[in-house]
Structure formats: structure tokens, C-alpha cells
């Protein structure tokens, strides 16, 4: 069972930046997808940014290309997203989620953290 806890969240500027966190429990294999989520008050949750566990070429949804960044760290055993020039419309929910298959629904889910962006 793989486990999910995400942080780092918090409330910033516009133009300001994040790092968040998802700590992993559990084991992974190379072919595991790592992915963030979000979903504003209203909306539904949108896909954010994925990578393969054994770190393939990350995906990012067209609104955060250049401007936010997902690795991971297999040592740590933590995904992260470097969040830059945060916008309000980046005000959300953040979830971290984990995929076994190369598609299809994500498996695993983290609990949230809030990221709120002010002008």
C-alpha cells in the first residue's frame, strides 16, 4: 500500500513561489507515474504535473509550463513542485497522487494542501 502526505502549502503573493512536498510511503517501482493535482473552490480537479517514479520526462498541463517544475527524489522518497510566478488562478487545493498503470486513473491520493495566491 502506498501512502501519500502532502505539505508545503501555504498563502503568497502573486509572483511568488512554492515548493511543494509529497512525502511517500511504500514501495514505488521505476514505471509508477507521481503526479499533482489541484481543484479550486467551484471546479473540478485538474491535472497539474506528472513524472515516472524512475524519472522520465515530466508532464505538465499547457497553464504551468514554465512556471512550475516536478521532480522526485528516490533517496527521500519525496515528489516535489516548484511553484514560480504564482498567479491567483493558482489558488487551490494541491494533491499529490500516485498511478501504477502508464494510464488510466490515478491509484493513490494524498490528503491536500492549500496553496492561496493573492494580489
Known amino acids: 500500500q502506498v501512502q501519500l502526505v502532502e505539505s508545503g502549502g501555504g498563502s503568497v503573493q502573486t509572483g511568488d513561489s512554492l515548493t511543494l512536498s509529497c512525502g511517500v510511503s511504500g514501495r514505488l517501482f521505476n514505471s509508477y507515474y507521481m503526479g499533482w493535482f489541484r481543484q479550486a473552490p467551484g471546479k473540478d480537479r485538474e491535472f497539474v504535473a506528472a513524472?515516472?517514479?524512475?524519472?522520465?520526462?515530466?508532464q505538465y498541463a499547457d497553464f504551468v509550463k514554465g512556471r512550475f517544475t516536478i521532480s522526485r527524489d528516490k533517496d527521500k522518497s519525496t515528489v516535489l513542485m516548484e511553484m514560480n510566478s504564482l498567479k491567483p488562478q493558482d489558488t487551490a487545493v494541491y494533491y499529490c497522487a500516485g498511478r501504477v498503470g502508464s494510464y488510466g486513473p490515478y491509484d493513490y491520493w494524498g490528503q491536500g494542501t492549500q496553496v492561496t495566491v493573492s494580489s
Open positions: 513524472v515516472t517514479w524512475g524519472g522520465g520526462i515530466p
